[in-house]
């Protein structure tokens, strides 16, 4: 049997305990094809990272876990969130036993369908690692919701727990007096991580040795402080995150002393087209970020995709973006009242960028803060872990084709019936939709969203949480979750030892 047929028997009886970022590819057999259809089945198992929330005192900090319910999973499964650093790190064991410290889970997750959560305050809780197998692993999501009360960054923070990766790129950070930007790095293994911080200005790449090699130890989170990695202040720079060796998370808490704060994800990948879904209708403000990697100059369409078609903003048409450096733009007011994304499209040759929005809401000293990264579309299936029963807002947009999209409100955390709607999207237009509630809802739920038919769909979830007259939101985009791998099937082929 040559070793082609080999790695592909040995590739299958590996996908027993596949995860959720696990990738599988068809080696060729000697010429002759014995790999049939792949089958989509559900992930065994999915491991998630949240940032450790805040360093304020005043801060009150919940996670909401969910897994929605898919066919042909395992009839059991598990899952934990807790502490990095309580984890196996192997250090200070003979005959490689791992030591395991007795941290008590931040939230233990029951069955696929009803979401669980947790509260915790104050600024001393540490990143988190979730890990859930079985049942509870296909399209298993997490949020990470906090409010601050008062102090630099006050509002609504909110992000989604994330798995590992080795690149990660975030438009749209600052150096500015202004703005307390941290990159936090979290590291899940068993071994050291080293990571490259890389800074992108106006005029290319800021001076700075500090940012090179960091060591992010074995289940450990280090924020790293983007001013003390450079002199420069700048309000608008673009951060590489680039990991020599092993894996971590990474996400950006960007938070200003005037407008509040939240986190900023990772835009998608870099590509010549990008879409930045989800921006609130009653935003007063709009700043565009965007940053091309390449040696080529990149020369993009601006539009937006309004509920009645593509608006070309006013003075804002087109945009040039210089090879290797920062481009921003102010928008204003662009949605005018109506929800809206914006659609990044090349005027002629394709050059891949990567691009974010910071939006503001209010006027004044009530004005808050949070970012919409460019994303992928929701292929399968997408969730939004936290929504309350009021302040949610789902935006869903349609680039190419009009979409069907279904559209599932999940039973609440403390009870309550799971609903579901089917909306129609035309092909470019944004809608704010009449999202379905769980009747009879106590505590929150999960939206998830399942394009039926028709083109492809982007989506973001709006939470908006007034305190004392503040107007605090926070938005995320809804990526595909994963839930499900291609396995292909492999007949037995005896010709191959004939040969």
């Known amino acids: 049997m040559n070793r082609s047929t080999l790695s592909l028997f040995a590739g299958t009886a590996a996908l027993a305990a596949v995860t959720a970022f696990a990738v599988l590819t068809t080696p060729e057999a000697g010429g002759t094809d014995t790999a049939k259809a792949a089958a989509e089945l559900p992930v065994e198992r999915t491991s998630l990272l949240c940032p450790a929330p805040s360093l304020s005192d005043l801060a009150e900090t919940s996670y909401t876990s969910f897994t929605p319910v898919t066919k042909g999973t395992a009839s059991d499964g598990t899952a934990e969130l807790q502490p990095v650093t309580g984890q196996s790190d192997g250090e200070g064991e003979g005959e490689g036993e791992g030591k395991k410290k007795a941290d008590k889970p931040v939230l233990t997750p029951k069955k696929p369908g009803t979401p669980v959560t947790a509260d915790v305050s104050g600024g001393d809780t540490p990143a988190l690692l979730g890990t859930a197998e079985g049942q509870s692993a296909p399209g298993w999501t997490l949020q990470e919701t906090t409010e601050v009360a008062a102090g630099t960054g006050r509002g609504l923070q909110g992000v989604n727990c994330t798995a590992p990766d080795t690149e990660f790129w975030f438009p749209g950070v600052s150096t500015a007096a202004d703005r307390t930007d941290y990159v936090h790095l979290t590291n899940p293994d068993d071994s050291a991580a080293v990571v490259d911080i890389e800074l992108y200005g106006k005029d290319g790449a800021l001076k700075s040795t500090v ?289």
């Open 211 to 499: 940012g090179e090699g960091i060591t992010v130890k074995p289940h450990s989170s280090d924020p790293v402080l983007l001013s003390t990695l450079t002199d420069e202040r700048q309000e608008n720079l673009t951060v590489h995150v680039n990991v020599r060796s092993g894996r971590v998370s990474a996400a950006v808490q960007a938070l200003d002393d005037r407008l509040g704060g939240d986190w900023l994800a990772a835009s998608t990948d870099p590509a010549g087209s990008l879409v930045l879904p989800g921006i609130p209708k009653d935003a007063t403000a709009v700043r565009l970020v965007a940053f091309t990697p390449g040696d080529s100059d990149a020369d993009l369409k601006v539009s937006l995709a309004s509920p009645t078609g593509s608006i070309t903003p006013a003075g804002n048409e087109t945009l040039h973006v210089k090879a290797g450096m920062t481009t921003a733009v102010d928008l204003g007011d662009v949605t005018r009242g109506e929800a809206g994304s914006l659609i990044l499209t090349p005027t002629e040759r394709s050059v891949p960028v990567v691009a974010a929005l910071r939006v503001v809401r209010g006027k004044g000293d009530d004005q808050e803060t949070a970012f919409i990264p460019a994303t992928a579309p929701v292929g399968a299936r997408a969730t939004s872990a936290d929504n309350r029963s009021k302040g949610t807002t789902l935006s869903l947009t349609a680039t190419g084709r009009t979409a069907q999209v279904k559209v599932t409100a999940s039973a609440g955390s403390g009870g309550g019936t799971p609903a579901s709607k089917t909306f129609t999207i035309k092909a470019g237009t944004t809608q704010d939709v009449e999202a379905p509630v769980p009747s009879g809802l106590k505590g929150t739920y999960a939206l998830t969203v399942e394009p039926v038919s028709g083109g492809p769909v982007h989506a973001a979830r709006t939470l908006a949480v007034t305190e004392d007259g503040v107007p605090g939101f926070t938005i995320q985009t809804l990526a595909y979750d994963r839930g499900t791998v291609a396995v292909p099937e492999a007949d037995e082929d005896l010709s191959v030892l004939q040969k």
